[in-house]
């Protein structure tokens, strides 16, 4: 039982914490709503747990056969975050969905994930922590913990959005609160490319 219990704070914490795919399900949740969010919530739940079930059943070697390969993971992280900030600072601010687009989809939530090298040291630390000798039992139990408390960590975030919703009601608010997330996006990418 403690080590489940160890398992399930380590996902929260990892989980839970500011990264990419939170302000994005935040800001989803603010221009979106909660209910069309949970495709991005899903997406970057599936995602994870994905790469955490493939990091644990050997993907971990693979990187340190070919570490150049990890730089390219992190170079296409930072580019896809850049973008997505530069799609949240053009946004227009209208909260009416038919004109302001779709929120984030299921796919998209998940590739974030994959692009997002936050993800990919929590799938590694994780791993090396609970399953350091690969045994495919812990990995599955880990990868049924982390699926739970990721679902519900980020959707947090996109209810947090909701929230925010009744406050950002007109344009102009909008527009300031996508910019502020776009900044923290842009941020977070720039900070992934220091030593």
């Known amino acids: 039982m403690s080590l489940l219990i160890s398992m399930a704070t380590f996902a929260l914490v990892a989980s839970i914490t500011p990264g990419p795919v939170n302000i994005v399900a935040l800001s989803s949740g603010a221009q979106f709503?909660?209910?069309?969010?949970q495709r991005h919530v899903a997406g970057a739940t599936l995602g994870f747990v994905l790469l955490l079930v493939l990091?644990?059943?050997?993907l971990h070697e693979v990187l340190r056969l070919w570490p150049a390969l990890t730089r390219v993971v992190q170079l296409a992280g930072v580019a896809f975050l850049l973008f997505m900030a530069w799609k949240l600072a053009a946004d227009d601010g209208r909260l009416n969905e038919k004109a302001s687009g779709r929120?984030?989809?299921?796919?998209?939530?998940?590739v974030?994930?994959?692009?997002?090298?936050?993800?990919?040291?929590?799938?590694?630390a994780g791993m090396g922590a609970f399953v350091a000798d690969g045994e495919a039992r812990l990995?599955?139990?880990?990868?049924a913990v982390y699926l739970v408390i990721c679902y519900?960590?980020?959707?947090?975030?996109?209810?947090?959005?909701?929230f925010l919703r009744g406050?950002?009601?007109?344009?102009?608010g909008m527009r300031w609160f996508n910019r502020i997330m776009a900044l923290l996006l842009a941020v977070s990418a720039v900070y992934l490319l220091l030593p």
């Open 112 to 124: 974030m994930q994959w692009l997002n090298p936050k993800a990919w040291l929590a799938c590694v």
């Open 139 to 143: 990995v599955w139990q880990f990868a």
């Open 167 to 172: 406050y950002l009601a007109n344009p102009a």
């Open 55 to 58: 990091m644990g059943l050997g």
């Open 152 to 162: 519900l960590s980020v959707g947090c975030w996109a209810y947090a959005g909701t």
């Open 103 to 110: 929120a984030p989809s299921m796919l998209y939530g998940a």
């Open 33 to 37: 709503g909660f209910r069309a969010s």
